[in-house]
């Protein structure tokens, strides 16, 4: 009898001890004049600093808080932030010797921005934020960070960045969804650029202040008072709640406890359709391409000269496979016409080349290609076998793997398996494989996939950030890039026309840049090293009562905050 | 018996030791790596690769990096700045001192991320085993007492489907019901809310607003643990009811009330008991689907968003204190069973 009280004492006191450790910090209580709206993102952001992550949350965030030299608009257009305005050519703010191959660029600063302490946004803060994204140590890693030779003060709100390269990219080098200045009478600099605790504790010169975090469940923003725009911004309180579930995303948003949902899917765009309190906002142009990347080395390896891939190193072979997916049946099924056909890497401003014609689907000439290069089915298993390809040995059978990544979900894998089927049809077998993403990216010490050239072929979306696609061309389909864990030239395509082409596109001149990158879609259609299907509409969903959501893939939702109104 | 604990608390250490070899070694040898591009990167540029080896501790053989999560590197110099010359000692003191690391994703010390969960997984769970053993106690007991009436096969019937049900279709169905489809009559609101501890910019503690918050996770949660204890209790009941000294006590003519409580079910409960102290390391781990769901700030969403991004020092704090728990809460069973049960002796 005793001891059993004293269990149930030591199970009271438990309870209580417990629900003690569970109380939160008290957070400001909401007045009814408040404008007050709630974000919903499934997961929490690592901190302020995309940079280091680039998982989104954070870009989403800082978007909220921090401000860069400049940003990109939805249409692809560069718009100052902190600078007054953007340096080119034509105002003589950019200094290039192209023969030398080198060009400085000078940034003249607005005078009237504050951090939330009242101390001006000055030159030192760039250069203090510059300093800690080189130091080898503790820094980071920004795209052609490795150009700037130095960054040079003229006065408290002009310096000078010189590089040791023609850089075109240089528009937006410190600013666009992931680059921020950051203060340098806040953050720690011994602490170092990529763990610094003003990244989780951030400084405000945006349109607002972080209130209040609690990991894993909510932070608050409340206006920055101190804000440049005169006026702005007009909301009062924004709260960004961490909801895992993407149903229970939905049903917040359809009764109205949440305003505003980030990257919806397509799925969840269609079921809010006909929801009266809510809307969505569609990116004008898309940024991520659904696409097939060939290996054309044999599988398990990495050199298509050496070890040529037995199937696909025939480019009649990847012809037949493009003419034999259904394109439009994956759009309008799988992702509810929430996507559009892409077949060039240039189709959106500011380099639309339009000298590329969308392929046919045409499974019949499809089989017709792969005859022709000496693929057949004998034997009336539906599976075609090696007769007189030059690719491989007589008799090879045309079946191979064909990966995809867990994370997208649902729509991938259908589209996976249509495409399976349909190269079915047509006599390639295809054994369907889907793994998480960083077993398919991983380094190929870390047994990487793509890195390693285990695969035949595989199916993903990338899609380069921004306005400047050099270093995204780079990357993929450059000779340098063919290296394992060097560059993700996963198929190991090297072509010396397409290398010298990507050497002139280092120049400022846009005319001449258009006119290259045109050239090298021409290029890329001749040879087909991978195959582009179709781009994901970027849209996010918000409530009725919450104007100015304009949805882009050039930035996070949050880029115009400061513009939102409540009705 | 002060012998025994020692014994096994010295074994306990041996055990972890082998432990974190094999762990270490799983969790880094797994398929994939932190050097992956997620969310929105397919990929990582190889210059921030090399730095983020260094600034991780990748770029050292496994064995090596085995010994600095252990011991540490600030015996030792390292070469911070990547430039081939070894050229200040480390800051890393190693999980025997206490420090185990940072955590990847978010440059955060991984005690300050586990410190911000567990308080709030230790809060969830210790309610949903509460609730659940009350309920089941009862249940389990009137079960065994009143074998095979319409409410032991009604029960019955419940345990099944209960322990059946999986978690995350049953929360989504009750949010389903309480959140999107009843209101509260007399503010129109929804009933329960969809997730979360608290009410977002409530001030201060607030009792009412934490127990609405608590039902639907709770309910969910518990409804497999009920399930499972009150079949236990029901027939570890059914055993003893059935034992030479039960048949004794009511023949030297106690009431049944006395009987069933005093004889019958404090000797039926030794066994629930040991079960409960062997599942005390769910307190730790949480639920991963409740946690998911309801939007609860929990260790289960810690852990599964390091298994996916590949957070090491993450996945290691949490399998390790969590083989911890396990190991300990097996030696308390066994010490609560003596305490307990005096015919036992644990030698």
Same mark, same amino acid.
């Given at each position: ?167 075109? =990219? ?35 010169? =945006? ?180 007769? =007189? ?179 | ?51 983020? @080896? ?25 070469? @911070? ?170 023949? @030297? ?31 730790? &781990? &949480? ?61």
């Amino acid at each position: 009898m005793h001891r059993l009280k004293v269990t149930s004492l030591v199970f009271v006191v438990l309870l209580t001890a417990t629900s003690l450790f569970g109380c939160q910090p008290a957070a400001p209580s909401a007045t009814t004049e408040e404008k007050s709206i709630t974000i919903i993102i499934p997961e929490d952001p690592p901190s302020f600093n995309p940079v280091i992550t680039d998982t989104g949350y954070d870009s989403l965030v800082m978007e909220l808080v921090m401000l860069g030299l400049s940003d990109i608009d939805p249409e692809g257009k560069v718009f100052p932030e902190l600078a007054a305005e953007i340096p080119t050519v034509e105002n003589g703010g950019v200094v290039a010797d192209e023969d030398a191959g080198t060009m400085s660029v000078t940034w003249k600063m607005r005078q009237d921005v504050q951090w939330a302490d009242g101390k001006p946004v000055t030159a030192n803060d760039v250069i203090f934020t510059y300093e800690s994204i080189v130091n080898p140590e503790t820094g980071g890693w920004i795209a052609g960070i490795d150009y700037i030779d130095s960054v040079e003060k003229i006065d408290d709100y002009t310096f000078t960045i010189n590089y040791n390269a023609i850089y075109p =990219g240089y528009l937006t080098q410190f600013g666009g969804e992931q680059v921020v200045i950051w203060p340098a009478h806040y953050c720690d600099a011994a602490q170092g650029f990529s763990a610094w605790e003003c990244a989780r504790k951030p400084l405000s010169n =945006g349109p607002f202040v972080l209130s209040e975090w609690v990991t894993g469940d909510h932070m608050t923003f409340v206006r920055n008072e101190n804000y440049f725009e005169k006026g702005k911004p007009q909301i009062d309180t924004v709260t960004v709640r961490i909801i895992p579930d993407k149903s229970v995303r939905k049903t917040m948003l359809v009764n109205g406890d949440a305003d505003l949902d980030m990257w919806t899917t397509e799925q969840m765009m269609h079921d809010l359709k006909d929801e009266p309190n809510v809307e969505v906002s569609l990116s004008p142009y898309n940024r991520w391409v659904m696409r097939i990347f060939f290996n054309l080395a044999e599988k398990g390896t990495t050199d298509p000269v050496a070890t040529p891939h037995p199937i696909l190193s025939d480019l009649r072979v990847r012809q037949a496979i493009r003419a034999a997916i259904d394109v439009d049946t994956i759009t309008k099924e799988f992702f509810l016409d929430y996507a559009k056909p892409a077949w060039t890497e240039f189709f959106r401003p500011p380099y639309e080349c339009d000298n590329i014609e969308r392929p046919k689907y045409d499974p019949a000439a499809a089989a017709a290609l792969l005859d022709e290069a000496g693929w057949k089915d004998t034997d009336g298993d539906g599976i075609r076998e090696c007769h =007189g390809c030059k690719t491989a040995e007589e008799g090879y059978v045309m079946e191979m793997e064909f990966i995809t990544y867990a994370e997208y979900g649902e729509q991938l894998e259908l589209t996976q398996q249509l495409i399976a089927e349909g190269l079915g049809k047509i006599g390639i077998k295809l054994n369907l494989t889907v793994v998480e993403g960083s077993v398919l990216w991983g380094a190929s010490t870390d047994g990487g996939i793509e890195q390693s050239g285990n695969f035949d072929m595989d199916i993903w979306d990338d899609g380069y950030a921004g306005v400047d696609p050099t270093d995204f061309l780079w990357s993929y389909y450059s000779t340098d890039s063919t290296v394992p864990d060097v560059g993700y030239n996963y198929g190991r395509w090297s072509n010396e026309e397409f290398d010298a082409l990507l050497g002139e596109v280092y120049t400022l001149d846009e005319n001449v840049r258009k006119q290259k990158f045109c050239e090298m879609a021409k290029v890329m259609e001749a040879e087909l090293p991978d195959l582009l299907l179709f781009t994901a509409t970027n849209g996010d969903a918000h409530s009725v009562r919450l104007q100015g959501i304009q949805s882009t893939t050039n930035d996070l939702v949050t880029w115009n905050a400061a513009d939102w109104t409540l009705k | 018996m002060a012998t025994y604990i020692a014994r096994r608390l010295l074994q306990t250490v041996g055990l972890l030791f082998i432990l974190s070899v094999l762990l270490f070694a799983l969790v880094n040898l797994a398929p994939g790596g932190p050097l992956a591009g997620q969310g929105q990167s397919r990929h990582i540029d190889p210059a921030k690769i090399e730095l983020l @080896k260094r600034q991780f501790g990748l770029d050292k053989p496994l064995p090596m990096q085995y010994l600095i999560w252990l011991v540490g590197n600030d015996w030792m110099k390292v070469d @911070k700045d990547g430039d081939g010359t070894l050229d200040s000692y480390g800051t890393r003191l190693g999980i025997l001192r206490g420090d185990f690391g940072f955590s990847f994703r978010s440059r955060q010390p991984v005690l300050t991320e586990i410190g911000d969960r567990l308080p709030n997984t230790i809060y969830l769970t210790t309610v949903t085993l509460l609730v659940a053993a009350l309920i089941a106690i009862p249940i389990g007991i009137i079960s065994a007492i009143r074998q095979y009436s319409t409410f032991d096969i009604t029960v019955t019937t419940f345990s099944f489907a209960g322990q059946a049900i999986p978690e995350f279709w049953l929360g989504l169905i009750m949010i389903l019901i309480f959140y999107a489809w009843l209101k509260n009559p007399f503010t129109g609101e929804p009933l329960l809310p969809a997730g979360g501890m608290t009410s977002v910019g409530s001030a201060g503690f607030d009792l009412g607003d934490r127990i609405v918050h608590l039902i639907l996770p709770v309910a969910t949660g518990a409804l497999g643990w009920v399930a499972w204890y009150s079949r236990f209790l029901r027939s570890s009941m059914l055993e003893v009811v059935h034992q030479d000294y039960i048949r004794t006590a009511r023949a @030297k003519g106690l009431n049944n009330w006395k009987v069933l409580y005093k004889h019958a079910l404090r000797n039926a409960l030794i066994p629930l008991i040991t079960l409960l102290a062997l599942d005390l390391p769910y307190i730790f &781990g &949480g639920a991963i689907f409740v946690e998911f769901l309801f939007a609860w700030p929990g260790m289960g969403r810690l852990y599964y968003q390091a298994a996916l991004n590949r957070d090491y020092p993450i996945l290691m704090a949490v399998l390790i204190i969590g083989a911890g728990f396990i190991i300990l809460s097996n030696l308390l069973a066994d010490i609560v069973y003596a305490w307990l049960d005096p015919r036992i002796r644990l030698e």
